[in-house]
């Protein structure tokens, strides 16, 4: 009888961070010329003069909840979520008195609703015990808010103009890199270069436009 052949052991893989390849985006030469910058925006300002979020809110808070729903959800399903949920609860006290299981029916028909419903939750109570209240409209209080990252931060600063933000998704990635505006393979890096080249007039719509 042979030998059994020895078995051979495969090197556990190492998890490497995570970027976005775009791997059929051709990758132009970076940085565009500032005059291609400015036709750019000019078109998209002529086809859309003024974009808007799609999202309904009232006020600060119901926005931030707004926001921290629609991950992995489409805008449409998040206000038909939040048209009945911001009759009831449009503000932290009036949320945390809802609490998480009674958020729950409201917003079941999202996406990962459970763990939106224990952020949306713990968010409401930071903003009342340490905020008075109030949503704070810096980015560092923002992002320590449960549910609320980088991308989140970046659509409220923006949508309150509180700062020119540019909120890069996976649509404003892949659109930045084909007109040539980024070919970095990060979102964040992709903003970095985008706050390089857009001229200042152009920042507070870019991220609706792109």
Excluded: C
Excluded at 86 to 112: C, H, N, Q, R, W
Excluded at 149 to 168: C, D, Q, Y
């Amino acid at each position: 009888m042979k030998p059994p052949a020895a078995r051979s052991r495969k090197k556990p893989a190492t998890k490497r961070p995570a970027v976005m390849t775009g791997a059929a985006i051709p990758m132009l030469r970076w940085p565009p010329d500032e005059d291609r910058v400015e036709t750019i925006f000019e078109r998209l300002s002529a086809f859309m003069p003024d974009p808007k979020t799609e999202l309904n809110y009232s006020n600060p808070f119901t926005f931030v909840v707004a926001v921290a729903l629609s991950a992995q959800a489409t805008d449409v399903g998040v206000n038909k979520a939040t048209d009945r949920l911001f009759k009831v609860a449009d503000t932290p006290e009036k949320m945390l008195a809802l609490g998480e299981e009674g958020l729950i029916p409201y917003i079941s028909s999202i996406g990962l609703y459970r763990g939106k419903a224990r952020n949306v939750i713990a968010l409401s109570r930071i903003v009342l015990e340490q905020h008075e209240g109030e949503v704070p409209l810096t980015r560092d209080a923002l992002q320590a808010l449960p549910g609320v990252g980088r991308k989140t931060a970046s659509v409220v600063l923006n949508e309150l103009g509180v700062e020119p933000a540019i909120a890069v998704d996976t649509h404003v990635f892949r659109v930045s890199h084909r007109l040539g505006l980024a070919n970095a393979n990060t979102p964040d890096k992709v903003e970095a270069q985008l706050h390089r080249i857009v001229p200042e007039a152009w920042l507070p719509k870019a991220h609706h436009w792109l």
